[in-house]
Each structure stands twice: as C-alpha cells, then as structure tokens.
C-alpha cells in the first residue's frame, strides 16, 4: 500500500517562508505525477502545485510566483517552497501523487494533510 509522509507545516508570520516535504512509500511502478493542493477553511480542495515526471509543472492561479515545487527524483521526494506566505494562505495543505503500481493500472493516494497558519 503506498503511502505519503508529509513534513514542513507549522505557524509563520505573513511575509515569512515554510518548505513542505512529501515521501512516498510503498510499491510504486512509476509516477505519473506529484504535488500539493490546500483546503482553506470553509473552502474546497484547489490545486497548489503538480510536477509530471517529465518535470513540467502546473501552479494554482493564486501562487503568483510566491511558490515553487521541486523534486529529488532520486528519492521520490517533492518539495514545496512557499514563500511571501500571507493569512490567506492558511489551510491544511495535503501531498497527492498519480502513479502506477504495476505497467497497466494507474491509480491515486493523498496523505494525511499538514496544517498551514499563517498570522497577520
């Protein structure tokens, strides 16, 4: 069974920085792609950010340069970069990853979310 271990959320003023990490474990065949999304209070689930394996990337219209996504391929690991965080920026921020078990099946996990709170 794969799953996500996510590090990195915590309490920061506006205008400082955090950096969110997410591991995969599990058996992973191959990944199709990787990422955060947040959950703001009250709101729904949006985008934050998406690697592919191919290295494009894809950020949610809100980011405005402030965040960047990377990945350490070698260790299956992406990293989120946030900076200019403001109070709005405050949700549980939850890792997903696309990925195949096995050549012809493709499927999707998320981890268990990690609390950002952003204070004014």
């Known amino acids: 069974q794969v799953q996500l271990v996510e590090s990195g959320g915590g309490l920061v003023q506006a205008g400082g920085s955090l950096r969110l990490s997410c591991v995969p474990s599990?058996?992973?065949?191959?990944?199709?792609?990787i990422g955060w999304y947040r959950q703001p209070p009250g709101k729904q689930r949006e985008l934050v950010a998406l690697?592919?394996?191919?290295?494009?990337?894809n950020y949610g219209d809100f980011v405005k340069g402030r965040f960047t996504i990377s990945r350490d391929n070698a260790k299956d690991t992406v990293f989120l970069q946030m900076n200019s965080l403001r109070p709005e920026d405050r949700a549980v921020y939850y890792c997903?990853?696309?990925?195949?078990?096995?050549?012809?099946?493709?499927?999707?996990?998320w981890g268990q979310g990690t609390q950002v709170t952003v204070s004014s």
């Open positions: 997903y990853l696309g990925y195949r078990p096995n050549w012809y099946q493709s499927q999707s996990v």
């Open positions: 599990g058996s992973i065949y191959s990944i199709n792609d």
């Open positions: 690697i592919s394996s191919g290295g494009s990337t």
